[in-house]
């Protein structure tokens, strides 16, 4: 059994784990297993729970322990590791990312393991910072937070109402904006271009793509060549694919001033 007070403590996990009005709420958000626990800021950790069993093994980790069919009940996976904690949701400064190099727009994104792979990809790259429209999924749901595999704690993003006027406030900073489109014959393939010493490129929803306002603002608009019968690629491989080919250029450019 566990006292009522843990009992309301593990009722706020599982309505972190389940709802994002939740994780909006109480500003916090769950992070689960020993390889996001141990990447994650300690500054942002608020609570950690350990099954008994993961205490048996690990005792130097300062912890709430609960009984092992009661951390399953508080797991969102199917096999649990035996840790959890509650960490502190943060973001960027949009106006600091507004000072990188290479920036990635997201405008309503919607599958949260598409939004967690162009985090980590991002990492991977090299970008300054990514932004989101609030129609982009929650970068603090479960399946973003696992997707990313802990780059959630190290690449700086924010979340905007809306991107339209964010695509002013970038040209104004000296931007040149590149908009993912696969539709349109105005669109250049992403291998012949050479991203510019500031660049934006913003990546639309899975299905419908990026808004005509949006399009419609951007410099440049980009495609990926596509062979046999497919039409485009997910979400997260098509930015992958875009970001690693504006980071190199990027990194040429930089060469070549040193």
Known sequence: M???RNNQRLKTVRSLLERGSAREKLDAFVIEGIKLYGEAPKERLLEVYVSASFHASYPEIEAEVVSDPVFERLSDVKTPQGIL???KRSF????ELMKSRLLIVLEGIQDPGNLGTILRTGEGAGVG???MDAETADP???KTVRSSMGSIFRVPFCRLKETLSLAERLKSAGYTLYAADARSEKSVSFEKLPFTEKSAVFIGNEAKGLKKETLEKADVRVHIPMKGQLESL?????AALIMYKASADLTDLKESVE
């Open 140 to 142: 603090f749901s479960p």
């Open 85 to 87: 904690a509650v960490a």
């Open 2 to 4: 566990i006292g009522s």
């Open 234 to 238: 997910n979400a997260a491989v098509a």
């Open 129 to 131: 910072g990514i932004i």
């Open 92 to 95: 960027a400064d949009p106006a």
